[in-house]
């Protein structure tokens, strides 16, 4: 309990993500959110559980995920500010029994509060817990390229992550389920929370038109690697598109064939291959 916290390896991990991610350019001024479901023990190890700091209100009822622990960035925090002040851009939180609270027991020591896309990020771990007992983090961010191409491609799903697919042999190893878009919707709502959780039964990677991506993994690994893969491929998209468009790509049958070699189900419907 004495050990210091800052030393813990899920606040190094959130201290060096968040720097990756701001030297990237994907995460301007207070631009992204990450939260990070911490195990009870984890937790245990550094702190005394009882001892709560304030108690934070919620606009929307996180019951299912009463007395889970998450390490969260801040309200109007910057990236580019973690790794130097992680007790003020960071905090870790309980949800309270009643769902309509979180109690705050390390952190955001100026008075902070926990990232305004709460609702997206706990109604979307309450929908990847219920597929992957594993899952553990929810991270937003406003990769560059996938923004650029909300704007240049179609908003289709299986359109959009046909392209993402053949712009980089590995997409449709690292994402074969695709990728979910929602409609262009104000951020911070329960609205955009309950759009982006329903995405998130189907789809570990989500776009949010002209703002940016939220992405679900088991580890910072996978849930850095996700986004970065896509976003690799709407930057090649649009390099591809600055050289004059396309004059080969990848073709379904060698899609199909990745995911044979690589043992991953491509989202039915997405390729149009002979039957065999
Ligand atoms: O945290 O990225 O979507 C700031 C945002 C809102
Ligand atoms: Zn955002």
């Not at 720097?19 to 984890?42: C, F, K, M, P, V």
């Amino acid at each position: 309990m004495s050990k210091d916290i800052v030393a813990a390896p899920f606040v190094q991990e959130m201290m060096k993500v968040t720097a990756n991610l701001y030297r990237l350019g994907w995460d301007e001024r207070n631009g992204g959110n990450i939260s990070y479901l911490l195990r009870e023990e984890e937790v245990g190890a550094y702190l005394n559980p009882n001892q709560v700091i304030r108690t934070i209100p919620m606009i929307f009822d996180a019951t299912e995920l009463a007395g889970r622990y998450f390490i969260v960035t801040g309200s109007g925090k910057y990236f580019k500010n973690v790794i130097d002040a992680p007790d003020v851009n960071l905090g870790i939180i309980r949800v309270a029994d009643t769902g309509k609270s979180v109690e705050l027991l390390w952190g955001f020591k100026d008075g902070g509060v926990p990232t305004s896309e709460l609702p997206a990020h706990f109604m979307s771990h309450i929908e990847r817990l219920k597929i992957d007992s594993d899952h553990r983090i929810i991270m937003h961010n406003h990769a560059t390229n996938i923004i650029a191409m909300t704007f240049t491609h179609s908003l289709e799903e299986r359109e959009f992550t046909r392209t993402l697919w053949q712009m980089c042999t590995e997409c449709i190893v690292v994402f074969p389920e695709g990728v979910g878009i929602l409609p262009w919707m104000v951020p911070g709502t329960d609205a955009i929370g309950m759009a982006t959780a329903a995405k998130m039964r189907e789809f570990r990677l989500v776009i949010w038109p002209h703002h940016g991506i939220f992405g679900a993994g088991s580890t910072m690994d996978e849930v850095f690697g996700l986004i970065e893969t896509a976003e690799k491929a709407a930057e090649v998209y649009t390099l591809v598109q600055a050289q004059g468009g396309a004059q080969q790509t990848i073709t379904d049958q060698q899609l199909q064939d990745l995911a044979d070699a690589f043992c991953v189900t491509a989202k039915s419907g997405y390729l149009q291959v002979g039957v065999k």
